[in-house]
């Protein structure tokens, strides 16, 4: 006789309190035993030891009930998954709150490795056992009962799903895949909640943009509401914002990455939501902008920096694998499984995917540098006789264009093969992931080329140190030397440095070179002595020219014998000068001659051709110069430095000057004084006056006395009258007339 399954089989069992034997189902409340379920709650960031206690002692809580649960036979194990809510909420907290492999953590101490190697064991076992519905033949679920329980008591629902795949699926993909595969076949409807969950995934996309203050797509993109502050893009925001956002990034793409690659089947429900486009998007849109941020960030904390550049790269490389899951198992997959006759529609597929993304450059020339649409192409052209080559030239020509500009040797150097993580074992249970490490995934994870720098020639001098400064600036614990090895090999392309650094990929040549290896200045081709030219080249004292040199006249410091006084009486070159202008001097009017040597020196002999008619007349005697300036030669003078003192001739010329001053003419002032001329303007006003019959008031005993002594009674008088007086001129009657208008209400007092 055949075992019934567990949801039809029927127990006799012996009722408590009426002591008679009784049947019920075997999945039945009753047959749940009483046991509390402890919440998870993760290690501990600082090694504290009390909390390092508290937290061991909770985490044995849960690994020793874990541990009893699956000791349980077939039967009592589902009544406790299915009744216990203790054990849901148990489950549940150790999937939202368990350390995933890309967050930070400090490294812990080896009890707390050790219990989250157990729990992390305990707990993948109990939700394998969760999805099995036939351990044996005597003990199993039928598969339309079995679908229900799950669905209707949500013991997995895609949430728990997508924590399954990233926390497990290391290690553990190939049971993992018959895990969620059976799950998806047993239970159809959460197919349906996959669909009704991606607007939720693709508004995490959204928000990610929305809070980089970057404008999505226009299908997701929201208008900005007029009481919400500015949105500050990455370049703007605090480095802790960015922080959040790039963690989030490389938490959300990891897990969808890891859920399309343990479940591939799934693809075709994203693809309904037009995933692949609004994946290119997104990428288009965020990876430049946050890429750099970060680059202009380089005087913060170039540790973080670091760390978020990882992720950051990390993040990239999955989403261009998401991509390439979709298309693989959208379009690719059933071209190669489907026979001639079927495959147009998957060919048609593909064409329409690359022609919504030729405007996306940057995510066309990543996502090809990381696997060739070449080769994709190529593929089409084989399995297909009748492919439009008009549209394959015309994508390619666009993939091509994509790279104007950029090296494709270099990206295609950083190339990762798909598939490229190694599987540690199918019953790998143990995940190690409580050994912490900033690397988002495995040291084989590698970041895809991006926007690969094209190949720059070799630079030198200013331009050579700026390209050491970036690189040294974001990664200060770097030799000079060990920088420039780096960008010697990578074409002086320090972003390309920065990534391979931090991604630890750098050719085998630079990781062997000592990472404080100093930078050695290289000499200079031409010597200085040959090559230096300046104004004191070849002089007496160019030591580098001659090998002699005159020291006497090299004299360090200030000469204390000298002073001002003592250059100044210096004569020494005025006598120099004296013999030299005495020489003038032998210059006379009339040369004397020995008798015999006249008649042949001076040239005395009379000649009959002379014309001497003009000879009596004197030239220039009726003008007003004196006929000695035209005659006669002025008398040569020796210059005054040069001259003996001779106490006369200094008395002469004095008394020459005081005659010439007596001499002179007095000058003439054009400009009379102003004092004058105010006298005479004041008798001009008087006699005007006069003439209209004013009669000046010259009393001046209104002044009176200065204040303190006292004033007369003609002061008194003098100063009444003018008061009472002065209102006949000008206009000092204001007083009265104002208080005329005050007594007549015309101005408010």
Known sequence: MSALPLDQLQ???????????????????EQKADRYFVLYKP?????????????????????????WLLALPHDKFWCQVIFDETLQKCLDSYLHYVPRKFDEWVAPSPEVVDMQKRLHRSVFLTF??????????????????????????????????????????????PLLKKMIGNIFIQQPSYYNDLDETMPTILQVFSNILQHSGLHGDGANAT?????????????DMPLLELKDIVLYLCDTCTTLWAFLDIFPLACQTFQKHDFCYRLASFYETAIPELESAMKKRRLEDSKLLGDLWQRLSHSRKKLLEIFHILLNQICLLPILESSCENIQGFIEEFLQIFSSLLQEKRFLRDYDALFPVAEDVSLLQQASSVLDETRTAYILQAVESAWEGVDRRKASDAKDPPGAELLNGVMAIA?????????????????????????????????????????????????????????????????????NILEERLAPTLSQLDR???????????????????????????????????????????????????LLND????????????????????????????????????????DDTYDGNQVGANDADSDDELISRRPFTIPQVLRTKVPREGQEEEEEEEEAEDEAPKPDHFVQDPAVLREKAEARRMSFLARKGYRHDSSTAVAGSPRGHGQSRETAQERRKKESNKSTRANHNRRTMADRKRSKGMIPS
């Open 571 to 610: 004569r020494r070159e005025v006598a120099e000068q004296r013999q030299r202008y005495e020489r003038y001097s032998v210059v006379v009017e009339e040369v004397p001659v020995q008798p015999g040597e006249g008649l042949s020196c001076c040239g005395d002999d009379y000649e009959d051709e002379y």
């Open 516 to 566: 404080s290896l100093d930078r050695q200045v290289k000499p200079d081709p031409t010597p200085l002595l040959t090559s230096r030219h300046n104004i004191f080249q070849n002089d007496e004292f160019d030591v580098f020219s001659r090998d002699s040199v005159d020291l006497s006249r090299v004299h360090k410091g200030r000469r204390k014998e000298e002073n001002t006084r003592m």
């Open 431 to 499: 995940e190690p992931v409580s050994t912490p490490s900033s690397r988002p995934e495995n040291s084989e994870e590698q970041e895809c080329m991006g926007a690969a720098a094209a190949l720059s020639p070799t630079v030198c001098g200013v331009e050579l140190d700026s390209l050491i400064s970036q690189v040294k600036d974001l990664l200060p614990d770097l030799g000079e030397g060990f920088i420039l090895a780096c960008l010697e090999h990578y074409g002086y392309d320090p972003e390309q440095v920065i990534n």
């Open 11 to 29: 127990i006799t069992h012996k009722d408590l309190k009426t002591g008679k034997l009784r049947t019920s189902p075997a999945l039945h409340p």
């Open 128 to 173: 394998v056992r969760m999805s099995t519905h036939k351990e044996s033949k005597d003990h199993f679920i039928s598969a339309s009962a079995f679908g229900d329980i799950l669905y209707n008591n949500f013991l997995f629902d895609i949430p728990k799903i997508l924590d399954l795949c990233v926390l497990f699926g290391k290690g553990n993909s």
């Open 43 to 67: 290690p501990p960031k600082d090694n504290i030891p009390a909390l390092v206690e508290e937290y061991l002692e909770r985490a044995t809580f849960v690994a020793n009930d874990l541990d």
């Open 223 to 235: 208008p900005q509401k007029l009481e919400e502050r500015g949105r500050l893009t990455p370049s």
